[in-house]
DNA sequence: CACTAACAGTTAGTGCACTAACTAATTGGA
DNA sequence: TCCAATTAGTTAGTGCACTAACTGTTAGTG
């Protein structure tokens, strides 16, 4: 752990801004990071999924599900590729669960007019009218979630940054 | 703690600063896409975790089975509760996962000597050789990510708020 | 001592998420 | 014009993740 000598007086090459918290690393604490990173992100991202279960349970929606919904409320006929873009999710994976959706009677799935290939997904008026009840969900996981709601937004900001780091690369 | 202004001269009977910024929201915001948390970290998680896909692709894991070898490689007779508890995951996700890592030479799955009921996950000496191989894959995930390192530092301090609320409250 | 509680792990069933392989519609050239 | 390449969505197959219901073991209590 105790950083050998390397850049001890020497000008340190090429020193970006990025590298200066760096240089107080080992390697060896840079792998932890990444580590420690990956496994909070994923056991905080189950956490919170866990937490909206209880809650989206009376609407009967699961959280991609309630994703998707989200989606609709803001802008109706939507095709299946365009969720896809805008949920990083395949359209292998929004087939079924959209099918799901339309057997709920929230969503109709109808041949885009224009385009044969795509499907024009809208909302049927039951699934309009879930909003309503969609609009109590946000506060009780906040309250659930016991955190201060800066903390919330310097975790969303963080996200952000990984979120673009990791979809621009692709 | 820094929470001076909710502190006024009226009581304001139950405000807890969770709910000011909440209930300040107009009912459009508050149900937008791109402001919800909970979606942000379900995108940065698959992103995340698909960018492990290529990398540990020739070691033959999967990302939850990377995190239990992780788990193996810190400490290695590990109940399969132990595991679960160290990563958050139900004893049902674990045992078909672990029947997995066995049938791929990685592991052992005795009984454990002292209690008949619980078994004692071990590391066969080619799931130990494997930590060779492994010790190279957060170097790439690191490069892949292409994010500052005081990105990740601020990202993992969030996420272990949020883990804290979220396994502490159950 | 017996018998019930609690506990460790497994199985069944549902749903998400991915890749690869497919069908059908559309587009763009040669 | 016609036909190859592209595009939209579906299906099959693998694996993760959960809940509920189960088997078998241990431990606690009457």
């Known amino acids: 752990m105790t950083r050998s000598a390397t850049s001890r007086t020497t000008p340190r090459p090429t020193t970006r801004p990025a590298e200066t918290a760096v240089s107080s690393m080992s390697p060896d604490d840079l792998l932890k990071l990444d580590q420690q990173v990956c496994f909070a992100l994923a056991v905080a991202a189950r956490n919170v999924i866990g937490l909206y279960r209880p809650v ?4 009967g929606l699961t959280h991609p599900q309630y994703l998707v919904m989200l989606a609709l409320w ?13 949920l990083s999710l395949e359209p292998a994976t929004l087939s079924p669960l ?10 109709r799935r109808d041949r885009h007019p224009d385009d044969e290939r795509a499907l024009a997904i809208t909302l049927t008026p039951r699934g309009r009218q879930l909003r309503e009840q969609a609009l109590d969900v946000p506060p009780q996981i906040v309250e659930r979630l016991g955190v201060r709601v800066e903390d919330l937004q310097a975790l969303h900001a963080s996200l952000s940054r990984i979120i673009a ?6």
């Open 98 to 107: 959209l099918k799901r959706l339309e057997a709920a009677g929230l969503i």
């Open 56 to 59: 989206l349970d009376p609407l």
């Open 165 to 170: 780091a990791t979809t621009a690369t692709d």
């Open 74 to 86: 803001e802008r109706s006929p939507l095709t299946v590729r365009e969720i896809g873009r805008l």
